[in-house]
């Protein structure tokens, strides 16, 4: 049975309204550490029966931001005992051949999931390579039959960003049933995984976007707010109720008199003082989706020898 939440710490924040003047910080590099040892352990087990689970990155073109989060990926993978295969491939590939290797790794019995690394040069279709993969080795869970599995409550690959910051919230709140989660933003990778998880937790679940009206009036209704947006800090202490736990996805690099900094999507300064905890940028979410990466190459692999049949999807 696969248990991706086990193991939840119970240093529970009870939502209490007035009692906050500073909120206390959720630890995404300590947190993701223990999901790597828990990674590690199941490594080692799987070890002394004979199993090497393997991850295959592909990484197109030479973007520097991709670069610096295969190097990590690749890490950490390594950290863990889990071998991985890079497969670096120039900027001029043609999507048939992204499409041929992906076929190839999906045949490999040797090869337990495929990540490719987004986003790709602008001439490969996106969305042919996503569901070329074959979804039982489809680590990120972004193809179309892991998104309706999720829906349906199905046991699959589910999005490594929404179950990291899960797994935050977990340890934050313990049982978040009968919540009100507000999510803003609605991308296939975050947002929407990221309100179908919070609501099979039991979650009531509000999703604001772009076209919502009044979004920081949706928010202030919000016991959890996850923000992953793409605008720095534009979340501050104004959307927030009093006591809310804040969970901030969002990576924006901005520049600062004294050089360029990270930032999320939500103002830490002013929305420490009004939530009861908060995820801080970096160092909440960033690490957690490795860590999610590393136990969806587990989950991948014993679904593998679960062995419902692989389906191979032809290559267009
Ligand atoms: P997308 O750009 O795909 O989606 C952004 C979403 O925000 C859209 O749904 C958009 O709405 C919504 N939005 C934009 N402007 C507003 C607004 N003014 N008010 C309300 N909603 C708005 O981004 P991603 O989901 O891919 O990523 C979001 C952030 O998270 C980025 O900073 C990204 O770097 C970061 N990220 C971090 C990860 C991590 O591991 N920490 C992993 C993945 C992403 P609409 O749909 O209407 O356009």
Known sequence: MLQPFLNLKTTVIRLNPSAQTHARIIDGKALSA?????VREDVRALAAQQIYPALAVLLIGQDPASEVYVRNKLLRAKDVG??????????????????????RLNADPGVNGILVQLPLPAHINEQAVIQAIAPIKDVDGFHRENVGGLVQGDEVLTPCTPSGCMRLLHETLGDLSGLHAVVVGRSNIVGKPMATLLL??????????????????????????????????????RWLKPGAVVIDVGINRIDTSSGPRLVGDVDFESASRVASAITPVP?????????????????????????????YPAVG
Not at 82 to 102: A, F, Y
Not at 229 to 236: E, F, H, T, Y
Not at 284 to 300: E, F, R, S
């Open 82 to 103: 889990i071998h991985s295969l890079e497969h670096r491939l120039p900027d001029n590939v043609s999507q048939q051949q992204v499409l041929q290797l992906i076929q």
């Open 283 to 311: 160092g909440g979410v960033g690490p957690m989706t490795i860590a999610y990466l590393l136990k969806n190459t587990l989950i991948a692999s014993e679904l593998q020898r679960a062995e419902r049949p692989i389906s």
């Open 200 to 237: 099979q937790a039991n979650c009531s679940v509000s999703v604001v976007h772009s076209r919502s009206v009044d979004a920081a009036a949706l928010c202030r209704l919000a016991d959890i707010v996850v923000a992953a947006v793409g605008r720095p800090q534009m979340i501050d202490a």
């Open 34 to 38: 223990q999901v790597l040892d828990e």
